[in-house]
């Protein structure tokens, strides 16, 4: 049945927290539901992220572990320095950004072989983190991956899906802003990643994020998620 949430909040007919899953109040309580949040470059997501957490949900930023593993000393750098050589390497050890974008962007090959390389160090790095946040008592596990309508490996292990969602003019607008790049460079990584139907096609909620979308409005959306997921994340509410 499609779930209807006020403030611009979409429900979907892809499954969700309770499909198949009778919760009681004590069982919800006790279980730790792991959710997924995913938006393209420019939507938001960070900012949705960052509302959450405050909620209590216990924040696993996918891009964050992946910088991480390529920085000065993280464990993609051997690896990429092998198959790529030297002159992706920065002098200061970390991987060069914008050396290895232009080579993904030019050679598909490319690509798969740095994901070959950086996807499984993540992978591990999310586990472990996630086993951390069982043991603490989470009771929210928030997945921010940037690719999850194009990874059909973390969706199956979610049980839900929530999307920012924006324009795409306002996306080129605000990376333009944010990271200095031309409206060509910026087309060029929109054109990456999936599109909007696709993440829409994966969504279990819908939190809209264009460009007249204040701040509060932002955290109203993400107030009405809380309250829908009860005390997942430790919201005022009545559970159902």
Known sequence: MRRSFPSGLQGAQHGGLHKNQPQ??????????????????????????????????????????????????????????????????????????????????????????????????????????????????????????????ESAHWRKRLQQVIVVDCDTDTQIARVMRRNQLTREAVEGIIASQATRQQRHAIADAVVQNGATTTLEGLRAQVEALARHFHLIIGCKGNAA
């Open 24 to 149: 009681t109040r004590e069982t919800r309580h006790m279980q730790t539901w792991h959710i997924g949040l995913t938006g393209g470059i420019g939507s938001g997501k960070s900012t949705v992220a960052e509302l959450f957490q405050q909620h209590g949900a216990f924040l696993i930023d996918a891009d964050a572990i992946s910088r991480a593993t390529t920085a000065a000393g993280g464990a993609a750098i051997t690896p990429i320095r092998e198959t790529f050589g030297e002159r992706f390497i920065q002098p200061d050890g970390a991987l060069d950004r914008n050396a290895m974008r232009e080579l993904v962007f030019a050679q598909p090959d490319a690509k798969r072989q740095l994901e070959a390389i950086v996807h499984p160090l993540v992978l591990q790095q999310i586990r472990a983190s996630a086993a951390q946040a069982v043991q603490q008592g989470a009771r929210m596990v928030l997945y921010d991956i940037p690719l999850l309508a």
